[in-house]
Each structure stands twice: as C-alpha cells, then as structure tokens.
C-alpha cells in the first residue's frame, strides 16, 4: 500500500504542475489546439470525459450515476485496466458509453521512441476494439501531455487526440464532490469538455468518491443551464 500511496502522490504532484499541452501550442496553431483541447462546436453541449478506467471498484458506481441522470460519457479506458476488467468495458458501450484510448500503461515518456510509441498505442487500441466492440475515434495522453511520437502514432492509428478545456481536480486526496463541482462550474459552457475520473488508479486513494459527490451537482447545473451532458461523439470537434 505504501508504494501505492507513493505513486499516487507521484502522480498528483506530476499532474498539478501540467497544464493541458495544448495551453503552450504557439497562437498560430490555435485552431487545432482549441480542437485538441476539445473545444466542441455543437452548441449547448458539454462533453463528459472520464479517465483512467475501467475500474471494478469505482467504475460501477460511475457508471450507474450516470445512468440516474441520463448522461453519456466519453471514458478514456487504460489497456492495462481494461485486460483486467474487459465485460466492464463492454457494458460501458452496451450502456451506451464511449470509450477511448488513454494508452496502455499511465505513463508519461521522457524520451522520444516513435516505435515504441505506435506499438503501446496499437495495443492499447486493439484491446479496447475487441475487448469493448467497438472501436476507439480519441486519444488521450497520460497526464495531458501530447508530444510528438504518441501524437503521430494516434494519428496513423485513426484516432483523434483530444484533452480537456474542464476539469474538478477531482484526482487529490482533499477533492470532495463540492469541490470538484466549484472547480468544473466555470469552465461548464457550451462547447466545454470536462475531465474526471472513474478510477483512483493514479490519484489519491478513494479520490473517485469526490467524483461520484460531484455528478449530481454537474449534472442538476447543466440541466438549469440548457446544456447537455454526452460524449465526445456528439461534441462535433473538428479533425486535428
Ligand atoms: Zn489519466
């Protein structure tokens, strides 16, 4: 437990310090980068997007809170997780989720290894293909950092990658479910895609609690608002 807790620290120190990579594209991208953030055009919807799953602990729970609310999701699913869990990651889509590709393992690269890159990415992708039935459309880097080789690699494996223009900092050991709603609340405009997490794999222990607490705040707020919460699919981002 202890090196469990030591990586989740890890993880939360490294991911606090990240702002979405698309924040430091040069303005003359910015096109794209907004595309890449997840800037959606269809007016009126707030893309739902959950990483780091699927998580026989925390997901059901996820997954049937969506269903309370009548809300669909994008859930960027981990190969690694889903080898574990695969008839989870199925009813995800016979529930009529999306899923998606956040790699293989959670893990940011520190050197470029272009092959290596495609290889993890091609895995991680098969896996969610066959093990959910169907197949993947978005690709999201561990930690939101995109660089170069993944990027390629997503791109000639067909996928769109896409980050967040939202998130509830949902993954600390102090995120309540008040929090993360006070947190996400700004960023909860048309267009919008917001980041959470339906597993605590590489957050603070018990973290996807907060994220649990938060989704009724979410969603009661969107429906006030005139916005809609769904997946990706729906979102109309242009291609990147
Ligand atoms: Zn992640």
Same mark, same amino acid.
């Given at each position: ?17 990240? #702002? ?5 594209? !040069?303005?003359? *991208?910015?096109?794209? #980068?907004? +595309? ?6 269809? !007016? @009126? ?5 959950? %990483? %780091?799953?699927?998580?026989? *602990? ?6 049937? #809170? /969506? %269903?309370?609310? $009548? ?23 016979? +529930? ?6 956040? @790699? ?7 050197? !470029? &290894?272009?092959?290596?890159? /495609? +290889? ?12 959910? $039935?169907?197949?993947? /459309? ?7 950092? /995109?660089?170069? @080789?993944?990027?390629? =690699? ?5 996928? +769109?990658?896409?980050?967040?223009? =939202? ?18 609340? !700004? ?21 996807? *609690?907060?994220?649990? &607490? ?9 429906? #006030?608002? @005139? ?5 990706? *699919?729906?979102? &109309?981002?242009?291609?990147?």
């Amino acid at each position: 437990m202890k090196a469990r807790h030591l990586l989740a620290a890890a993880a939360a120190v490294e991911f606090a310090h990240l #702002a979405p990579a698309a924040v430091r594209l !040069p303005a003359l *991208r910015r096109t794209v #980068a907004r +595309r890449t953030a997840g800037s959606g055009a269809a !007016p @009126g919807h707030v893309a739902l997007t959950f %990483d %780091d799953g699927p998580d026989p *602990r925390s997901t059901p729970f996820v997954r049937d #809170a /969506l %269903d309370e609310h $009548g809300a669909r999701a994008t859930l960027f699913l981990l190969g690694a997780m889903l080898e574990r869990a695969p008839a989870l990651g199925r009813e995800l889509v016979t +529930r009529g989720h999306e899923v998606a590709v956040h @790699g293989w393992h959670h893990r940011q690269q520190w050197y !470029p &290894a272009p092959a290596r890159d /495609l +290889r993890e990415l091609r895995r991680a992708t098969g896996a969610v293909t066959d093990l959910c $039935g169907a197949r993947p /459309l978005w690709y999201r880097p561990p930690y939101g950092v /995109l660089t170069a @080789g993944p990027a390629l =690699a997503a791109r000639r494996l067909g996928l +769109r990658s896409v980050l967040w223009t =939202a998130w509830g900092r949902d993954w600390t050991a102090e995120a309540t479910g008040a929090s993360v709603f006070a947190t996400a609340r !700004p960023g909860l405009t048309g267009g919008a895609t917001l980041l959470l997490h339906d597993s605590d794999c590489t957050s603070a222990p018990g973290s996807w *609690r907060a994220t649990l &607490a938060a989704l009724p705040l979410i969603a009661a707020h969107c429906r #006030a608002h @005139g916005l809609t919460l769904g997946p990706l *699919r729906d979102h &109309a981002v242009g291609p990147n």
